[in-house]
Every structure is written in C-alpha cells, then in structure tokens.
C-alpha cells in the first residue's frame, strides 16, 4: 500500500484530549441538569430509514441529508441511464445519516408507544450529520444536546425546559439572553394583516429581520404576495418596544379581533408567570420577531443568545402539536429544547470560561529506572488505583529528562522516584511538578499525601 | 404525507431509559478504569474518507464499509453505462464510516504527530458501522471501547492493559478468562513446520479452531498448501496443556530453532512476570491457538471470554508494530485493547448483573392540582434543584390516580402532595412509594428527608 497523507473530509474534526475534556464538561452539566428534571436519555441509530427522514425538513433539508449507498450488488435491477443524480440517489440508497434529534425522536415514540410512559420527558445528546457548505462555526457533523416533554399541552413543561436553559448557562457561567414567541401571536399577526394564508411566508420573512433587515424583509413579503397594505401594517409591530408587559399590552390592543393571536399573548403571559417562583438569572424577552424558521412550531418559540458574544442562538427551541401525526400517532403534544454544544464550546473559549481542571489526566506518575525497579512500582501502582488514584507507570526506561518532560506536557502533578536507595530504604521521593518540593514517604503516606490535594 | 408505519434499519437499534441506563454503567466502568490508568479521551468523525478505510480490514472488510453517496450532482461527469456495482460506488462515494476505531486512531496520530505527547495512552468510546449481515448479538452499529498505547514497546503497557481488563471485569462482576498469545509463537509455529511463508494461513485457521474443531482447521490448511507433514507436526502442539509454565517450557522446547518463536516465549515469560505484582483476579491462560484473525497484530494477542456465559469474545486486543506504517509514520509500535460494549451487556443481562439502581429517574415528583398550587410547588421545585435533588412536577391538573401510576412506572419514590389545605397550614404531605408511609413535613424538612434516603 503507498503512503497516504492522513485527512479527514471537510467539515468534519478531530476532537483531542484537551478539546474533549471541554466538550465533556459542557455535555456534563447539560446532561446533570436534565436528569435533576427528571428527564431520561434514549439513543437513536445513526442512520434512519430514508422514508423517515425525507420531507420533514423542506427541500432544502432533503438535499442536506447523507445517503448511505445499498450494500452488495446495489445496481442490480436498476438501469441509471439518463437518471438525474436525485432520481437514481433514491434508487441507489434507502438509508441516511439522521439530520436532527427531534424526528429521529418522533419516530422513536411512535414505534414504541405502548412502552412510553407518557408524559414522555427524554433527553438525547448524539451527533447529528449535514451536508451544508462547511465554514466558521458550521460543520457537517455536530453534537446536538435535546430535552423534550411528549404527551402534555401544559405550559408548565416550557416553565420547566427554560429553568434548565437557565440553569445550564448559569452552571456554564454564560450570560444568556431567552426570547420567547409564540407561532399563535405570528398567525395573528398574519389574521391581523388579512392574509392569514400567508402565515408560512411572512414566519419565513420575519426570522431574517436581524440577518437582513426590515428593507429586505419587506422586499421579500412583497415578492411572496403580501399586500402592500399588508407590509405597511407589519412594520410598527415590529418596533414595538418596552418590558414583556408593555409588549404583550400593546399587541393585545393590535391583535384584539385574532382569537388565535390571543390565546397566543394569554400562553406568554401564563409563561411568565410560571418563571416568576423560578427566578431565572437570564434575561427573558419576549420577540415578536422570532420565528426560528422551522415550521413544525405552533406554541411558544424559544431562542437563547449569548450576552457576551456575537454569535448565533447557542440553543432554541418550541412547541410542537402533531410531530408524530406523520407516524401515525395524533393529537400528541410536545415541547423541546435543543442545545448547541459547538457553538457554546466556541463562546466559552472564546470568553475564557473553561475551568481549569478540565484536562486533567494522571495525578501520579512513576519515573521508570529499570525491570526491577518497574516491578516494584507495580504493586504501588496497583495500590493507588484500588484507592481510586489516577497513576500510570512510564513504560520505557528512558532518560529522567524525557520521563519529566513527558510528565510535565500532560499535568501530571506528582512524580514518584523509586531508584535502587529508595526501594532498600523503603521509601519514595515524590516530586511536585507545581511547587517543586520534593519529599520522602513510606508507599503508606503516598495515597494521604495525594489524596489530600 | 402519508402516514408511514415507523422503523429503523435492520441490524440497528433504539436504546429505551433502561437500556441506556445500564449500558452508560458499562461505559462509565470502562470510562472510569482508563482514567484512573492515565488514558486521555479522543474522538474522531463517523465518516472517513474512504481511501483511509480501504484495504486495512481485507476484501471481506472493504465489502462491509457503509458507503456514503456523495452530496449534490454526484452523477456529473460520470458514466455508470456498463460499470459493476463495485467500480460504481469508488466514482459515487468518497466518504465511509468508521468499521473500528483502530484505524481512525491511527490515522489520527499521523496527521496529530506535532501535537502528540509519545507515549500517547488514549481511549476512544465511539459507535462503529459494518454491513454485515445482522443476526443474533450481531449488529450493523455497535459500540467499541478502546485504550490502546502508541510509541512504546515495553511489555508493561501490556500488563497495564491487562490490569484494565481485569478491574473492568471485576468491578462489572463478571468472571472473564484472559487468553494470551504471541504472534512471534505463531511465527515460531510456522518456522518449525518449515513453511515461515505461510503464517497469515497458518493463523487464519488455527483462528478457527474453537469453532469448526482440528478437523476441518486441517482440511483448510491443506487446501493453503500447508504440506501434511506440516500439519502433521501442528497438531500435537494445540494438544499441549498444563500450567502456563509448563505449556511455554513444552513449546520452548519445541520451536528451539526458531529464534521469533523463541523471543514470543519470552515476551510472555515477562509479561506473565509483570502481571504478579497487579494481582490479578481474572483466569490468565496462555492459548496458542488464539490468533485473532487480523494481520496487524505482530506480538502480544489478548483475547477475553466471560466464564459464565456461552458467547464469543467480550474483549480483545493486541500489539501491532507498524499500523501507522500506512499513514506515513514509520516503526511507531502500539498495543491496544477493545471492550465489546454490546456483548458484555448481553452477558450481564443473561447473568442478572445489573445494579437495581441503574435506571433513577426523579427521586420525588410533586403531584398536580391545579393552577395554583403547581405555583406554590414550582418555588420548592427550584429549591430542590438548587439542593442537588432530581425532582419534577407532573405538567397536568390529571386524575391523582394517573399521576400516581405515572410515578410508580418510573419509580419516583417519594410523591408530595400540596393541595388546598397543605398549603394552608405550611405543610406537604409527603408519600414513599416504596414503604408506603406518608408524613407531613415543612419545605424545609423536604430536603433532608430526601437526602437521608
């Protein structure tokens, strides 16, 4: 075989012991936080059927989807010529790589149903695969983090879901900004301006106001057939300012003859109310503006930014009314938050919040002077690890120099010297690398003397 | 959209609340005996360009790759008239995923060479894909567990390996046999029937023995062209038995000529004198037949079998010399193991091995009814949380009844009931499901009789 130079495909990443240790300290506290909600975690293979996937994300999203390609004689029976790369795909693959947690998880609860405890509260953090154009911040494989409540309308699960939100970012030591919405007030909005049918386009519309601006967002309405009259109406409603209360008062006087517009002011209203006995840290807003795209939302709408950095919403989330509906399971409700672990990585490093503890490997290595020597480690090495002390022996008998440099890149904080003196006079020097004290102990006093740390 | 009857691919599954919970105790065992052994975490991509994935598993591998069809027009420029199934899929699909994590690891050290600190004792625990045929026990994705330590050829890295193996097991209580052989005894073997250029097929069907008996291993080795007087002079040697002593000085004895075989004899030799420092619980036994089919391994070959249960390996490794060799990273000598994290739970499973405690949800849910004492409990919610309590609201004013059978199907045990009344006096009424009690305490009190438990 030649030589390969070694390389992974684009858009996807290595993650090494540094990076994993804070990856793992964020997917830690999401996942502690989760279960001391009561939620429970199920998995979901890596590849779905492609019936399953297909559809559920737009045009768009079908085109983003990784097909894995039949196994075996896979040509067989199929004639490509003349088919277009769409057509023969769905020939050629009846598998794909899941694109989000959230359908993968409405399937889940439909095929097992009769052994779901309903309300459903479940969490799930496993990648997800895309096959966008990759570039800063966007990847073709990333972690998605997702609690949801299946199986109960009560605005206590949104209550619950952003107590986590808050608690999550408070545990992380992000400053996090909360918007709320709710796709009711987006469809009053749209009774409001008399074209209730254009709901979808004006959603579409409206989510790109602080990518594109209110010029943009007016152009495109005009193109998808809003009335003039109509955009002239939307515009002060998007200008609306002042606390929540402010907010929900003047919509509810613009809004007054939308029914469904104002149940969806009376769901915020209740929501706040519930959040106040949680006394959140974030900031909570409501915004009007907010409709996250994805159409399955039909309650409340959540979004969550970082005060301290630019960047996108580094967790969202909504209420969905027939998820299952297109497995077959109707009338279900449910509710969801997703966490962006990649996005959240990049703003705690780019603010500095990771402790510092969290790559810590061994807390003891034995510098290794030879067979004899090595022998007579290991049965201390044996020792710290029944104790529950990280130890690890260095396998060559290489140069001390190298021992300690070795030790030193990794953090490795006690360095046990055990020469031919040492091992007849029954004691072991051990080296601090971060004070440089070095002492002797019996192999007794070893286990104190690390434990106490 | 129609309605679909929901599925998943064959050979792949959905991991339910009390899967999860016991296969995350088998993994945070395994997770928790690397740590305290030194080893750091890393993770790499589901997809692999193909190129790095093919021809290191042989042609029986190469078929069991998941292809990935390539995004967009993948057809462009690209003729299929008259192409086989097999030419088709190179021109169609750039990407795989992952078949082991020895690969990925590998190809990882290259291309991390500069950031690697040698010796570099890593564990990686990620799924892993093969399309092969499913069957019982046998899955299209399944989990691996490895540790494997590169850039270092002493013996003790074995020994630390195989004092993982035996902490993991002991701590999972399952009884595991340890089996060892050296590829240089393999070597030896060859060498001593006089056909060295037959080791692979020498290998590939001593492998087999356990499974299709000496019978048909010889048959086998005849057709590869192993002369009848070499296998002649093979069989008598799968009949050695005894003590590990005794079987190497037998084999010493034998394989006197061949200088591998003789350096594989004392590898062994030392590491069994390695091993007794660490004390091991597990059965250790020295298996000449055990060679573990893949090429790669050139000294030590662990092979692992639980004692109580009628299965195939539950953990297996080796040491290779030159597995970078491929990527460009010449005479970097590794050794590994892998846990086989879908067998080990289908043994603990069988053997009734699981801890009762393994599936916790919610140590107490505070029952629903109504409006505003879910407000009242929602304050003491917050405070449980804060105390490090696993608590919940029901999210619905339903039937107590209901509620109650809610809590009892995921085993809550404590169930507060603050109605009307509870309130009122300042009180909650609090009962265990499990002794059937009920007490009344104040909030404050909640938190200590919960903690106490």
């Given at each position: 075989m030649s030589n390969q130079k070694p390389s992974i495909p684009k858009g996807t990443r290595d993650f090494g012991p540094e990076e994993m240790a804070r990856r793992n300290y964020i997917f830690d506290t999401i996942r502690g936080v989760f279960k001391k909600h009561g939620y429970v975690p199920i998995e979901t293979p890596a590849m779905e059927n492609l019936d399953t996937l297909l559809g559920k994300y737009g045009e768009e999203g079908d085109k983003l989807l990784f097909k894995i390609l039949n196994s075996g004689?896979?040509?067989?029976?199929?004639?490509?010529?003349?088919?277009t790369s769409g057509a023969l795909s769905m020939k050629l693959c009846e598998k794909g790589l899941r694109y989000d947690l959230t359908v993968p998880f409405a399937r889940y609860v439909v095929q097992h149903q009769q052994e779901v405890e309903f309300p459903f509260r479940r969490y799930q953090i496993q990648p997800v695969w895309r096959a966008d154009r990759?570039?800063?911040?966007?990847?073709?494989e990333f972690y998605q983090c997702d609690a949801d409540v299946i199986g109960s309308n009560s605005l206590l699960n949104e209550a619950d879901l952003l107590g986590i939100i808050d608690t999550v970012f408070s545990k992380l030591n992000v400053r996090a900004k909360i918007k709320l919405n709710n796709r009711k007030i987006l469809a009053g909005i749209a009774d409001y301006i008399g074209q209730p049918e254009k709901i979808t386009d004006i959603t579409v519309a409206i989510d790109k106001i602080e990518k594109i601006g209110f010029d943009a967002v007016n152009q495109e309405l005009e193109q998808k057939g809003v009335s003039v009259q109509g955009i002239y109406k939307l515009e002060p409603l998007f200008a609306i300012t002042g606390y929540n209360q402010e907010k929900l008062d003047k919509l509810g006087r613009i809004l007054q003859h939308s029914a469904t517009g104002l149940k969806g002011i009376d769901e915020i209203k209740n929501l706040l109310a519930y959040l106040k006995p949680l006394d959140l840290k974030s900031t909570v807003e409501l915004d009007?503006?907010?409709?996250?795209?994805?159409?399955?939302?039909?309650g409340t709408i959540i979004e969550v930014k970082a005060m301290d950095a630019e960047i996108g919403s580094i967790c969202g989330g909504g209420r969905y009314d027939d998820l299952t509906g297109i497995f077959g399971l109707k009338d279900i409700s449910g509710v969801g938050i997703s966490f962006g672990a990649d996005r959240i990585y990049d703003v705690m490093k780019h603010l500095k919040?990771?402790?510092?503890?969290?790559?810590?490997?061994?807390?003891i290595m034995f510098a290794n002077f030879g067979e004899n020597e090595a022998l007579y480690c290991l049965t201390l090495l044996a020792k710290l690890h029944a104790a529950g002390v990280s130890a690890e022996l260095y396998p060559d008998n290489a140069k001390l120099k190298k021992q300690l440099s070795y030790a030193d890149a990794r953090h490795i904080q006690f360095i046990v010297l055990a020469g031919e003196n040492e091992i007849r006079e029954g004691l072991l020097a051990v080296k601090n690398?971060?004070?440089?004290e070095q002492v002797k102990v019996t192999p007794e006093e070893l286990v104190e003397l690390v434990k106490s740390e």
């Open positions: 004689d896979f040509l067989n029976g199929i004639d490509p010529e003349g088919m990759p570039q800063k911040g966007r990847y073709r009007i503006s907010l409709a996250r795209g994805l159409n399955y939302y039909t919040l990771f402790p510092g503890e969290t790559d810590r490997s061994s807390q690398m971060v004070t440089g």
